[in-house]
């Protein structure tokens, strides 16, 4: 009887703790220190089943970051470092093995004194040869009595269009290594520009500009010819599968008071 008895007053013991713990769970702790050690108790029954602790906030930062990050597209990707002397020397090396034609005009005082029509070609040594195909000038009476009877347009147009093929072509070695190891600087469009000394003779200056991809799109000089400063300007076009070639050429002696303008087209591959 005394056995019943105590395990009467055992199961309702037990049975008034389940009912007083049920009552705490859905109640919530009636003390701050109950509810930190009910917190602490959550936390080590979460450490020792691997679940998650939901009292601890969640860390979205990362998750929101690397869905931003790849998410956007609009973030231009960075050009390749530019090696100019490498892009120029190569491109030029393209057009050995070539032919075009050029037109020369050659103005005096702003009067056009000539036009000629020239077919040019490098061979595989990088050699230049051309020939006239067709000429138009004016005597110098019809521009300006003051002018020497004498004077030799196509020489003058001949001259100024060799400073061309030095900077472009057929000095390509040493205007690229003017250029190497100089600084790029970035520019307004995309583009980017670098510039050196001592090209083709000592003291002249030329600057290359190049897209945001490095396709060379002009060249600048500042240059001598017979002691005179003569400046100068390239722009580029890009062939079909092919190099960028000088596409139009600008060049001023004012000394003499002469621009000469060339261009150049109908490429070739022989």
Not at 52 to 78: F, I, L
Not at 166 to 193: E, K, N, W
């Amino acid at each position: 009887m005394l056995f019943g008895l105590l395990c009467g007053c055992q199961s309702s013991g037990l049975e008034s703790l389940a009912l007083a713990h049920a009552h705490q769970t859905l109640e919530g702790p009636s003390t701050p220190d109950e509810a930190a050690a009910q917190r602490q108790r959550e936390k080590d029954a979460a450490a020792k089943t691997g679940a998650p602790d939901d009292s601890a906030p969640a860390d979205t930062e990362g998750e929101n970051a690397a869905a931003d990050s790849e998410g956007d597209s609009t973030v231009s990707p960075m050009a390749p470092a530019l090696d100019a002397a490498q892009v120029f020397r190569a491109n030029a090396a393209q057009l050995f093995r070539m032919s075009w034609q050029t037109r020369t005009r050659l103005q005096l005082r702003g009067t056009e004194v000539l036009e000629v029509l020239h077919k040019v070609q490098i061979d595989e040594n990088g050699d230049l040869s051309r020939r006239v195909l067709s000429s138009r000038q004016r005597s110098s009476a019809q521009v300006d009595s003051g002018v020497s009877a004498g004077a030799d347009w196509e020489a003058d147009a001949e001259t100024l269009s060799d400073l061309v093929y030095a900077y472009t072509v057929t000095s390509m070695g040493a205007v690229a290594r003017a250029v190497d190891g100089q600084a790029v600087i970035p520019m307004a469009g995309g583009l980017q520009s670098v510039s050196g000394p001592d090209a083709v003779i000592p003291g002249d200056r030329v600057t290359m500009e190049f897209s945001h991809a490095g396709e060379l799109k002009a060249l600048y000089v500042e240059t001598m010819l017979d002691a005179s400063p003569v400046s100068g300007e390239v722009h580029y076009r890009k062939l079909p599968h092919g190099p960028a070639y000088p596409a139009r050429a600008q060049l001023k002696h004012p000394v003499r008071e002469l621009q000469a303008t060339v261009e150049s087209f109908s490429f070739r591959t022989f």
